[in-house]
């Protein structure tokens, strides 16, 4: 099928905690209402049958509570697929945004998927009902070629929205088309939690997820492209993920992913929207990754001679590495539990330092959930405090095998190079209790190659 996601350049309040007229805050909205719009028809040009939107797209963002009431759409969280908001506009108040989507869906006859502000009123003798007497929600809207609409979800995990409320129980929000079956969709933090992104594929078995978001790059381990990627793999889903562009705020990366390919943008030089159209096949079977002919073996305990280890912060996480020093070798470092395992070679030796790391402990800047990884990273600089620095380039060439004893088995493959593209492992899977990724030959400088493992019971 023939999809597309709109990388979009928000137009944003100026003064966002400031208080406005709702005409007002239309009057902003319709000004990325507008250039949605001329995104819809030229994706419908090119043959499109369903586009999304990022999250944030059309309000912004930095509001408080009570600045972005007027942003708020009322939208019914009902999974009927009974209402069509461009035909009967009159049902409800307060439905101007939703509107319009539902009018770009029909024009173009496009499924469309879109993120916005909902608001919900809430009966005072409702426990959580906030003490303003309302829900606020950040909100996806899906919507068919006909405009009705067909599924919503309310984002579970909020990151640092005080704007919004979190909704009182996990939405498991999917919709039907004609052309790829099932889709499920969850919102931007969302992908690196088990409720309701985990549940949600498992319990429908989904192939299709639309996934807007508002993602702040961060390297070397959760670059936005390198982490959809990365969960089209390990799920074996095509993701159409939509990212706001904002390089100033390190917000950059959307595609259109399956789990062996990918479309990307990614561009932190330069203004204004991306359109990305693809075809990308419907996936009815599990890609497997072929175990068997593994050209590498099971680490044997004791036998590498490791340099010394040091220790350095990467994601805001105290990891411990060792250096890759020479053309070859065999290397291993251990944390808690976990024991990572490298055997590398490089083509041509190159003045850049590279340092195996292994974390397996609880995350808790930004967030909290616990992550067990096997990363092999270029340093920022050549002294070890370096290592785990955001780097984009890099020009070494490195065949290797990355192995690890994960003990959970949500393992997302990482593998980026230089200027933040995407490469693919020649094999990766599991073997023996051990996760592994094997690659001869990087197609650019190697930045990160990592085994990230997500331990949700201990989150």
Not at 258 to 266: A, C, N, Q, R, W
Not at 300 to 328: H, I, L
Not at 359 to 382: E, I, M, N, R
Request: contains cysteine.
């Amino acid at each position: 099928y023939v999809a597309a996601v709109y990388e979009h350049e928000s137009i944003l309040s100026p003064t966002p905690a400031a208080l406005v007229e709702r005409r007002s805050a239309l009057e902003l909205m319709g000004r990325n209402l507008d250039i949605y719009e001329q995104q819809v028809q030229a994706a419908a040009r090119q043959g499109a049958q369903i586009i999304v939107f990022p999250e944030d797209g059309i309000h912004g963002f930095n509001f408080t509570r009570s600045s972005i009431y007027p942003y708020l759409d009322f939208v019914p969280h009902s999974h009927s697929g009974k209402w069509n908001p461009c035909r009967e506009p009159y049902l409800f108040n307060d439905t101007e945004v939703v509107q319009r989507l539902s009018c770009m869906a029909l024009k173009n006859k496009m499924f469309l998927v879109a993120n916005l502000g909902s608001k919900q009123p809430c009966e005072r003798r409702d426990p959580r009902c906030p003490p303003d007497g309302r829900y606020q929600f950040n909100t996806n809207v899906a919507l068919a070629a006909d405009g009705t609409l067909l599924a919503t979800y309310r984002k579970h995990n909020l990151y640092f929205e005080l704007a919004f409320d979190t909704p009182p129980e996990p939405d498991y929000a999917l919709f039907d088309t004609p052309f790829a079956g099932k889709f499920g969709m969850f919102t931007c933090f969302d992908i690196l939690f088990f409720e309701p992104a985990v549940n949600l594929i498992r319990q429908y078995n989904l192939k299709q997820i639309v996934y807007p978001t508002a993602w702040m790059n961060q390297l070397p381990l959760l670059s936005a492209v390198e982490f959809q990627q990365a969960f089209a793999t390990a799920f074996n889903v095509n993701i159409l993920a939509a990212n706001i562009h904002h390089p100033t705020l390190g917000m950059t990366g959307s595609g259109i992913y399956t789990p062996v390919k990918s479309f990307i943008y990614h561009n932190m030089e330069s203004y204004g929207g991306k359109l990305i159209v693809a075809e990308i096949p419907v996936i009815t079977a599990d890609y497997k990754t072929n175990s068997e002919k593994i050209p590498g073996r099971v680490p044997e305990k004791g036998k590498e001679q490791s340099p010394p280890s040091f220790y350095a912060e990467m994601m805001y996480d105290n990891f411990t590495f060792v250096p890759v020093w020479g053309e070859k070798g065999e290397l291993q470092v251990c944390a808690n539990s976990l024991c990572c395992y490298l055997t590398y070679r490089r083509a041509v030796l190159t003045d850049e330092l590279y340092a195996l790391g292994v974390f397996d402990g609880l995350h808790t800047v930004h967030g909290t959930y616990y992550v067990q990884a096997c990363a092999l990273v270029k340093c920022g600089g050549l002294s070890f405090s370096t290592c785990g620095q955001e780097v984009t380039d890099a020009t070494a060439l490195i065949d290797f095998q990355l192995w690890g004893n994960m003990s959970t088995p949500y393992i997302f493959p990482l593998l980026l190079t230089s200027g933040i593209t995407l490469d693919f492992a020649d094999h990766m899977g599991w073997k023996n209790n051990y996760y592994f990724l094997s690659k001869n030959r990087t197609s650019s400088g190697l930045l990160t190659a990592a085994i990230y493992g997500r331990w949700y019971e201990k989150d």
